[in-house]
């Protein structure tokens, strides 16, 4: 979740202690409301038994309630739900964009196509590896980013190869694509549900465990009270799994990108040379015959 120290705090957390400290709010909540409706029902019987009249007559409220709950989760977890199909649409676009380029630098002479082409492949390994690394990954980017470099000063040194056969606008464009899709999938990683939403959900839930708790009695309802809480505690975790798209589990398939490597490793460039015109035959060779 963006924000400040709160939200460096909640990041290093893991999902399950997460997810489990969510429910434990809600069951320390629930106690200190059924405590108050016990300590009003001690003081003043008449008033708590007017109270919880009251309470069923007006039942419309606590549904409402119910209401805003499941509004503020779907709410969250359509915006976590939207960044992971986002992520995931990512990876297919950055497959095709390094497939392009790769085809793209065949049009040009030795050594350069040579040289992208292996440039292609270890950036495509990388990222890949990249995508699926959790925890401390600043060696990753940093080998991606001096990739990218690489990429460009192979470029930039084949310049004349791309004026020479006409292809100087496609070759560029196709890896400013590359390049682009770079920043727009870090960009990606980096985005949370901002720490705000977060915080107004856990504080909802522990005021709507506290009226569960005021207002539920006897073991059937606290049992299921406490099989309500779980769920969300549950729905929680999901969502928090989602926010998390370098260290969760439900991270974008990869897929596409395992498709491309595949692809590009099964053709080297010399591949790209069998249908080359070979010498041709010296002309009327047997006409004198």
Not at 17 to 30: D, F, K, Q, R, S
Not at 201 to 215: K, N, R
């Given at each position: ?13 893991s999902i399950v202690a997460i997810g489990v400290g969510t429910l434990a709010v809600m069951l320390v909540a629930a106690g200190a409301g059924h405590h108050i409706r016990k300590v009003q029902g001690r003081r003043s019987p008449k008033k708590v038994r007017e109270s919880g ?237």
């Amino acid at each position: 979740m963006e924000g400040g120290s709160v939200s460096g705090w909640l990041s290093g957390l893991s999902i399950v202690a997460i997810g489990v400290g969510t429910l434990a709010v809600m069951l320390v909540a629930a106690g200190a409301g059924h405590h108050i409706r016990k300590v009003q029902g001690r003081r003043s019987p008449k008033k708590v038994r007017e109270s919880g009249e009251s309470v069923a007559q007006e039942g419309y409220l606590f549904g409402s309630m119910l209401g805003l709950l499941g509004l503020l989760l779907a709410f969250s977890f359509g915006m976590v739900l939207n960044r992971y199909e986002a992520r995931r649409e990512l990876v297919t676009s950055e497959a095709n964009a390094i497939g392009t380029a790769y085809l793209r630098a065949q049009l040009l002479d030795e050594p350069h196509r040579s040289r992208l082409s292996q440039l292609l492949v270890a950036y495509t390994g990388n990222r890949i590896e990249l995508a699926n690394a959790g925890g401390d990954n600043r060696v990753l980017l940093a080998r991606n980013d001096k990739l990218l470099t690489d990429i460009w000063t192979a470029i930039r040194a084949s310049r004349e190869s791309a004026l020479a056969h006409g292809v100087t606008t496609a070759v560029l464009m196709s890896y400013n694509e590359v390049i682009d899709l770079d920043t727009e999938r870090k960009v990606a990683w980096d985005l949370r549900v901002p720490v705000e939403v977060g915080v107004l959900l856990i504080v909802y839930l522990a005021v709507m465990a506290a009226v569960v708790g005021y207002q539920v009695d006897g073991p059937r309802g606290r049992r299921a009270a406490t099989v309500f809480f779980i769920a969300v505690a549950l729905s929680i975790t999901v969502i928090t799994d989602l926010n998390r798209p370098m260290a969760g589990h439900a991270r974008e398939s990869q897929k596409a990108m395992l498709m491309l490597l595949q692809s590009l490793r099964a053709q080297p460039p010399h591949v790209f040379d069998r249908f080359n015109a070979g010498p041709k035959e010296p002309s009327g060779s047997g006409a004198g015959q």
